[in-house]
């Protein structure tokens, strides 16, 4: 008896604890903020939309996940291990999109976003949950961009206005100096006569000054052939002499080296015959050295590789005698051994080749080698000899052009002075003539200069008698435009101070509030979003009072046997009802209890809440009881999917059709009515309890028709009659086993 009513209230309190507030332990639940944005920078302000996005999670209070700042590869961890429940990536692009609005290019536009993943291991609505606080932040976030752009157009209001007084200005100004601008053309055109009158004398002087600076010109320009053609000789005499001159130097400069070098090289060379000599001795005595050594070893070489060769093959031999050993059969053991000092004879004597060949082959490198000495040492010796023969002839012809070449030196140092001297006189030459050449073309382009002048004047002249004409009649013209422009301007200034009303201004508090009312124009006022926990309460009492229900069925002795029962069947029903209606209103008294403790209705309400469990309980006994009196197993089926089908409708509203037209025909509908209107504050309070009635009617009916149909007898053969241990209910409440 006690499990039948510990386990109602430790399975009610365990989901009444769990579905109270669920909100208040969202804190224990961890998720992760990924920020790659890259912040970007408009008129030299930095916008990092992406930080400011992950800070409103991070920081977000009340409610709301515990959100932790982290890396996309640490994200991607924790929610493969469940450590995080959601994880929200802001791109690198956020910050960019997010303002692309303001972009010179509207057709590049484009909507920010993050992307939101749910763990696959989180619970069922963490996903739900998760996505609605993001799209908060999100919203909050929009919020404070609207709030921005439309600050900067208020802004942009008062501003456009104080601007427009101050054109208004400026146009009033413009009307003052344009009407000084019409007064000033006035006295234009009375000067503008009075030049026309002196071009005209003017342009008869400029003509005669055109015709004598033709004539000078012409005089100059001869002069100036003359003086070119002088200095044209002068220069190129000039340059030859420089030549000559450089030349003298670099052959005096030479000759000097030559000399100084053949002298050094006579001192150096004057022992050379003698050393010349020594070394063909010493080269001599090392080739007969060479010579002799190899006379020596090279016959015996040939004989240590004729030796060499003449070695048998021991490869050969060794494997003769491994073939011999592999013939041998017994005794096996000697065998065994002889065939194993065979191989290694064998390995021996392959290894003995093989040093055998290398030897061999660094004898025949040391015979070639001494040979090839012998014969490179006396080239050697010849080469020296013929050099000593040849030294003294060199050494004789070294001290004669060393006494040449100091005569040559001193013949090219008096030829350099003479050439320098020349040099030096043609050089003032043609610097006289080149001075005279260009004072003739100075000369020649001055005059050139004049008479064009001269003759520009005159046309000048003659185009300034024609302008003055043109101008003092365009001087008419500009008087009556800024007469007009005088006019227009007093127009302009009228309509901008017009404007300047039009367009509105506001203060920055009247700007602040404008701003927050058009970025949000629209808020939603919510109510009953609160008390979760009541809504959760009313489908987890009822469902517990069901299952205690079916506990007690299950755990029910067996009572009396209705085929024995002698008085009426609602007295054998009220009989076996007694027991598992006590249970149930014990069940609904620490179930009411325990409710209270975490829903703290109040005495009036919480007595209202027990009288509800009291009646839902002692339906359920008797619905669940009628069900397995009736239909036995099928009967427990249907009592085992009555639960789940309750908890199904009370988790969500979007279910299947089927499943919710099926909820409400089911006994726990009425109940969650009942009970929610006193934990939650609900309708249908009233509704909820008729249903409760009604199917405590239709299961007191059903129970009294399913015993009155056991109480008849039906003949059975002994041998097939014996007990149920599973089948209860009815039949063992009262007592019958059925065949």
Excluded at 29 to 51: H, Y
Excluded at 693 to 708: E, R
Aim: hydrophobic share 45%; net charge negative; charged share 20%.
């Amino acid at each position: 008896m006690s499990a039948v009513l510990l386990v109602p209230v430790l399975a009610v309190g365990v989901l009444l604890a769990a579905f109270h507030a669920p909100a208040d332990q969202l804190q224990t639940v961890t998720a992760a903020v990924v920020n790659g944005d890259e912040p970007v920078e408009r008129d030299g302000q930095t916008i990092p939309l992406g930080r400011e996005l992950a800070a409103e999670l991070v920081a977000h209070e009340g409610d709301g996940y515990h959100w932790i700042l982290t890396d996309a590869a640490d994200a991607r961890a924790g929610l493969a291990s469940g450590a995080y429940r959601v994880t929200v990536t802001i791109p690198a692009n956020f910050s960019k999109a997010a303002i692309s609005t303001g972009d010179d290019d509207p057709s590049a536009a484009e909507r920010a976003r993050v992307d939101v993943t749910a763990s696959r291991t989180a619970a069922g609505v963490d996903p739900v949950v998760s996505r609605t606080i993001t799209d908060a932040a999100v919203t909050a976030l929009n919020h404070t961009v609207v709030a921005t752009y439309l600050d900067n157009v208020y802004l942009g209001f008062t501003t456009l206005h104080d601007r427009l007084g101050e054109a208004a200005d400026g146009a009033g100004d413009l009307a003052g100096g344009a009407d000084q601008l019409a007064d000033g053309n006035s006295r234009l055109v009375v000067g503008l006569g009075q030049l026309a009158d002196g071009s005209v004398a003017l342009s008869d002087g400029t003509a005669s000054l055109r015709s004598g600076a033709g004539r000078l010109a012409r005089g100059t320009a001869d002069l100036s052939d003359g003086a070119s053609q002088l200095a044209t000789g002068t220069a190129s005499l000039a340059t030859g002499a420089d030549q000559l001159a450089t030349g003298a130097d670099q052959l005096a400069d030479g000759t000097g080296q030559l000399s100084t070098g053949l002298s050094a090289l006579r001192k150096s060379t004057a022992d050379l015959p003698g050393q010349t000599r020594r070394l063909a001795d010493g080269a001599d005595q090392v080739a007969d050295g060479n010579e002799q050594l190899a006379d020596t070893v090279v016959p015996l070489a040939n004989r240590v590789v004729t030796g060499i060769d003449a070695l048998p093959d021991l490869t050969e031999q060794a494997e003769n005698a491994r073939d011999l050993a592999e013939q041998c059969e017994t005794p096996v053991e000697v065998c065994q051994r002889l065939r194993d000092r065979a191989d290694r004879l064998v390995e021996a004597a392959e290894r003995g080749e093989s040093a055998r060949d290398d030897v061999r082959g660094q004898v025949i490198e040391v015979r070639d080698g001494i040979a090839d000495l012998a014969v490179g040492s006396r080239q050697v010796a010849d080469g020296t000899a013929e050099l000593a023969d040849q030294t003294p002839a060199l050494v004789s012809a070294i001290d004669q052009a060393a006494t040449g070449a100091s005569t040559l030196d001193t013949a090219a140092g008096r030829l350099a002075d003479g050439a320098g001297d020349l040099s030096t006189g043609a050089d003032q030459a043609a610097s006289g003539a080149a001075a005279l050449r260009d004072g003739t073309r100075q000369l020649t382009k001055g005059a050139d200069q004049l008479a064009d002048g001269a003759a520009q004047a005159a046309e000048g002249a003659e185009q300034l008698s024609d302008g003055a004409g043109r101008a003092d009649d365009a001087g008419r013209q500009l008087a009556d435009g800024s007469r007009t422009l005088a006019d227009g301007a007093d127009d302009l200034a009228g309509g901008l101070a017009d404007g300047r009303d039009q367009v509105p201004t506001y203060t920055d508090e009247e700007r602040e509030h404008l701003t927050d009312i058009a970025a949000t124009p629209v808020a939603a006022t919510e109510h009953g979003f609160g008390d979760v926990g009541g809504l959760a309460a009313a489908p987890i009492i009822v469902i517990t009072l069901w299952l205690g229900a079916l506990a007690i069925l299950l755990t029910n002795p067996a009572g009396a046997n209705p085929l024995t029962w002698r008085g009426a069947t609602w007295r054998l029903v009220l009989a076996g009802l007694r027991r598992p209606v006590l249970l149930g209103l014990a069940q609904a008294v620490v179930i009411t209890a325990t409710a209270e403790a975490f829903l703290r209705l109040g005495p009036v309400h919480a007595l209202a809440l027990l009288a509800v469990d009291g009646l839902i309980s002692v339906v359920f006994v008797v619905v669940t009881t009628a069900l397995v009196t009736a239909f036995g197993d099928l009967g427990r089926l249907i009592c085992g999917l009555v639960p789940a089908v309750a908890l199904a409708n009370a988790v969500v509203s979007g279910v299947p059709g089927a499943v919710a037209t099926a909820g409400s025909y089911l006994p726990t509908h009425g109940p969650v009515l009942a009970v929610r209107a006193l934990t939650a504050h609900a309708g249908l309070g009233g509704t909820g309890v008729g249903l409760t009635l009604g199917w405590l009617a239709l299961g007191s009916t059903a129970l009294l028709m399913a015993t009155t149909a056991q109480r008849t007898a039906r003949p059975v053969r002994r041998e097939s009659v014996r007990p149920d241990p599973v089948r209860r209910g009815p039949a063992g409440v009262f007592g019958l086993r059925s065949g």
